[in-house]
């Protein structure tokens, strides 16, 4: 191309950000400066068209890199309605990449007029993106072939249809919906997005069965003591009026206004004509479970905090033992048994409570989270330890539990354990052995939980662990003897 | 829309309105699956402004104004004659679906007057929920009123599927709290703020893709401004304090609104509603401009803001030998306690001078309007000289007296 022949460029009405990114590959390659350069653009918009630019241009120039910034500011720019957009685009790009004195860091200087400029343009988009989100109203209407369809018409001030298709199929996906506009129109069939001629406003419904409930919503939610027209008008120009549907409530309110207002300060407040809820005002004091059972039945009741199994593995035991045994969770056979403690490391746990000679039937067994977290790897489930969050959300259960419970020694079997029992980490290393939890000054003890003797790498740590164990547990038996 | 249901709609969105939080912001971005419906976007959408200026975000309503309170600033406590209401959980369900499909809104806000007991009534809130979220596979925006005499574990449910949960400290200190609302108090407020704040920290400290979400927009406070006695540093003080402990995404100022059904308890004439914008805007100051609450209070008298002029104007009044500052030179925070320069424009005039030096003109290209900003700064083709320091200097910034409009 001729760096000195002036060039006319012809790019397509509307958007045409391929059309301007293939000219801006070309005209840079070339070296072509902007004051040589004559842009037009088709009046109408083709939406049908890619960016088509006459072969005499040669083969599409090669990408240019351009900084994230302004590869954003074009792609804002190109959808505004001002047809000098792309000789101003392109200037910003001549300055900052041509052969002499290039002005690599131009788009950062905001105060440069061509820079504030185009960053008001940007804005000017931005905000029609905006208003456009907030102010599309679908109505439904029934389509004997499809079904239910949604269906709004929009006036935006500038070229965003397809820059703002996007966000309503991510909002929309499940629906079949469609928006009209002067500039163009999309269509989405729940699964295939479609950029369709313009449409008028007369192809749009009239009237939507929801509509009277939104007014009322919109007409109750204003506040007639707070009237504020100025502010009101700012972020919903009057422009937009005409196509939402609560807009015709306004000259009523604002006309009620401040008779209602006055009416307010005026009248006193009348005595109760009827409601006198002693009763009741006495009775909401008693809430929350009064015994384990209630409370067993609200956590079974409840949405696990784990991701895993939804049933809850609940403790099991005597009231008043004299030891609670708090695990950390229910493991695969836990949750299939619905019981405490019967998977591997419960069975290691009987062994050794026998060997301390502590009568496991009296005491009382439970965990302090009471779901089984696990991911699935093919046929089996994993199990995961909990995470600080979700053993303080069970937290509440257990304290409650050890409430009705009310055992003399509460033994922490494991970190998870500690923790919940503590309400902050704690290492075993650090803490094993005897231990006042915190609330009432609990009596307690911390030891390891019995499925890290089964993690153990070779069979002498596995046998000198579990001899620790017992020695732990004989101890336990001591206390409470 | 059947005509039972929309009166019901009539009186429970009427009953919520007095909460001035609408917020839809700070949700991660999200959307629904295939079979789902809705997106979040972080930064909310408005969808509409009602003729008090205030912003429709959310179809924010009551699941019931029946209540067993008696907190005398509430239209809806139980010894007010207002008109009542139930939505059965299905209606709010159904009723959020439908306006969201539609694009009225960007999600729910619920609260709800307290019956049978705390407890009942957070289930019953929850449960809207998660119906919401499990059954009709919602990805929009859900605001949960925390009822902070609930039972914990409710608490921890609640934020599992909701964006953000607030409860209200309504009344700024513990004796005001005493004595407009005899139900409530003041330690089991802190309580559940403190659980949410705490839960919702571990949650955004959570590194694995499977732990679930915790209120991931955060929590909200209002407070009521001019009902009771307290001025304006003491509320700042007590903002300061809540932003620090609960690590609260905002603060709500609400200027007390006369109410139908009044109680005499109350104050008949509602405060300036200019007093709680200038508490908006110093909010803002210790948040984001680096001030701290007493420098704020300082611009004032004796406590209360300038209600003429705006908080960091008035500060830059009573402490003329900080300026003026030079665009071209200063540092970022003296930059920022230039009235008339915003952070985007403190940060654009930052970024700009490492490339050029300014003048006037091209601060005035950056900043909103030159006026407020010209007798506080050096430029390379400006200074202020006398101007900094004339006697008349806030009559020249303060904003004209406009005529009150009548309609």
């Given at each position: 191309m001729d760096p000195t022949a002036h060039q006319h460029i012809q790019l397509n009405g509307g958007a045409d950000l391929q059309g301007f990114r293939q000219a801006l590959r070309i005209l840079s390659w070339s070296n072509?400066?902007?004051?040589q350069i004559n842009w037009s653009a088709n009046?109408?918009?083709?939406?049908?068209?890619?960016g088509q630019l006459p072969?005499?241009?040669?083969a599409a120039g090669k990408p240019i890199i351009l900084p994230r910034a302004v590869a954003d500011l074009i792609r804002l720019v190109?959808?505004?309605?001002?047809?000098?957009k792309y000789a101003l685009l392109y200037e910003l790009v001549w300055r900052m990449?041509?052969?002499?004195?290039?002005?690599?860091?131009?788009?950062?200087?905001?105060?440069d007029k061509l820079v504030a400029k185009l960053t008001a343009m940007a804005k000017s988009v931005r905000r029609d993106l905006h208003k456009m989100h907030a102010f599309v109203r679908f109505r439904e209407v029934n389509d004997p072939e499809i079904g239910p369809r949604f269906v709004a018409w929009f006036e935006p001030d500038h070229f965003i249809i397809e820059e703002t298709a996007q966000f309503f199929v991510d909002r929309f996906p499940s629906i079949d919906w469609a928006i009209l506009t002067p500039k163009g129109s999309l269509w989405w069939d729940k699964s295939e997005l479609a950029i369709g001629p313009p449409g008028t406003r007369?192809?749009?419904?009239?009237?939507?069965?929801f509509e009277i409930g939104w007014r009322t919503y919109y007409e109750s939610t204003?506040?007639?003591?707070?009237?504020n027209l100025n502010q009101m008008r700012q972020h919903m120009?009057?422009?937009?009026?005409?196509?939402?549907?609560?807009?015709?409530?306004i000259p009523q309110l604002v006309h009620a206004a401040a008779s209602r207002v006055d009416r307010m300060i005026e009248q006193e407040a009348a005595?109760?004509?009827?409601?006198?809820p002693a009763k009741a005002v006495a009775a909401m004091?008693?809430?929350?479970?009064?015994s384990l059972a209630e409370l067993n039945q609200i956590i079974a009741k409840a949405d696990p905090?784990?991701?895993?199994?939804?049933?809850a593995v609940l403790g099991e035991g005597p009231i008043h033992p004299a030891i609670a045994f708090v695990g950390e969770q229910p493991g695969d056979q836990e949750d299939l048994?619905?019981?405490?403690?019967?998977?591997p490391a419960g069975q290691l746990f009987d062994r050794a409570l026998e060997q301390a000679g502590i009568d496991r039937t009296k005491a009382y067994i439970t965990n302090a989270v009471k779901h089984f977290k696990f991911v699935q790897r093919g046929k089996r489930r994993i199990h995961q330890s909990p995470t600080a969050g979700e053993i303080k959300h069970y937290r509440w259960w257990l304290q409650k539990e050890l409430d009705f419970v009310q055992p003399r020694l509460v033994v922490a079997l494991g970190a998870s354990a500690a923790h919940a029992l503590e309400g902050k980490a704690l290492t075993i290393r650090d803490h094993r052995g005897v231990h006042t939890f915190p609330g009432e000054g609990q009596a307690g003890f911390i030891t390891v939980h019995p499925s890290s003797l089964l993690r153990q790498p070779t069979p002498d740590d596995r046998e000198r662990e579990y001899a620790a164990f017992v020695r732990d547990l004989a101890c336990i038996r001591d206390l409470i003897a | 829309m059947d005509e039972a249901l929309n009166r019901k709609l009539r009186i429970l969105a009427d009953a919520a309105k007095y909460d001035a939080s609408c917020a839809s912001a700070g949700a991660k971005k999200r959307k629904a699956g295939p079979n789902g419906l809705g997106s979040t976007?972080?930064?909310?959408?408005?969808h509409a402004y009602t003729p008090d200026g205030r912003c429709v975000s959310l179809l924010k309503?009551?699941?019931?104004?029946?209540?067993?309170y008696d907190c005398a600033?509430?239209?809806?406590?139980?010894?007010s004659n207002v008109e009542r209401a139930r939505f059965a959980v299905n209606e709010v369900v159904r009723l959020t679906i439908e306006f969201y499909k539609r694009n009225y809104i960007e999600g729910l806000f619920l609260s709800s007057g307290i019956i049978r007991s705390a407890d009942y009534t957070m289930e019953q809130m929850i449960l809207v929920a998660k119906k919401l979220r499990k059954d009709e596979g919602f990805a929009g925006y859900i605001h949960l009123k925390t009822i902070?005499?609930?039972?914990?574990w409710l608490i921890e449910q609640a934020g599992l599927w909701a964006d953000r949960l607030s409860i209200n400290l309504?009344?700024?200190?513990q004796e005001s709290l005493k004595a407009?609302?005899?139900?409530?108090?003041s330690a089991s407020i802190t309580r559940a703020m403190g659980q949410m704040g705490e839960r919702i920290a571990e949650s955004r400290a959570e590194?694995?893709?499977h732990a679930r979400k915790f209120a991931p927009a955060g929590q909200s406070t209002q407070v009521i401004v001019?009902?009771?006695?307290?001025?304006d540093a003491d509320m700042l003080a007590t903002s300061a304090r809540l932003y620090d402990s609960y690590a609260l995404s905002r603060v709500y100022y609400s200027a007390f609104s006369p109410i139908p059904?009044?109680?005499?308890?109350?104050?008949a004439k509602p405060p300036p509603l200019q007093r709680e914008n200038r508490l908006y805007q110093a909010d803002w100051l210790f948040r984001y401009y680096g001030f701290a609450v007493d420098e704020i209070a300082s611009g004032g008298e004796g406590g209360m803001l300038d209600l003429e002029i705006d908080p960091k104007l008035a500060w830059a009044l009573k402490n003329?030998?900080?300026?003026?500052?030079?665009?071209?030179?200063?540092d970022r925070e003296a930059l920022l306690r230039?009235?008339?320069?915003?952070v985007r424009a403190v940060d654009r005039i930052i970024a700009a001078r490492r490339h050029a030096t300014l003048r006037l003109d091209d601060v005035a290209r950056v900043c909103a309007g030159l006026k407020r900003v010209r007798p506080f700064i050096i430029a390379a083709d400006w200074r202020p000289t006398a101007e900094t320091d004339r006697a008349d200097l806030r009559q020249r910034l303060a904003p004209q007296p406009t005529q009150l409009s009548l309609f």
């Open positions: 072509i400066p902007n004051h009046t109408a918009p083709d939406l049908f068209g890619g072969s005499s241009y040669g190109v959808c505004h309605s001002d047809p000098e990449r041509r052969p002499k004195n290039p002005e690599t860091h131009l788009h950062e200087v905001a105060s007369a192809d749009a419904p009239e009237f939507d069965a204003f506040n007639p003591a707070r009237t120009p009057k422009k937009y009026w005409r196509n939402l549907p609560e807009t015709q409530a005595i109760p004509v009827k409601r006198n004091a008693e809430q929350g479970p009064a905090f784990v991701e895993g199994s939804a049933r048994q619905g019981r405490p403690f019967v998977g | 976007s972080g930064n909310g959408i408005c309503i009551l699941l019931t104004n029946y209540c067993l600033y509430c239209i809806n406590r139980r010894s902070p005499e609930a039972s914990p309504e009344l700024p200190t407009y609302a005899p139900e409530k108090d590194k694995s893709r001019g009902a009771d006695a307290t001025n059904e009044a109680s005499s308890a109350l104050p003329r030998d900080r300026f003026p500052v030079d665009v071209n030179m200063a230039v009235p008339g320069l915003g």
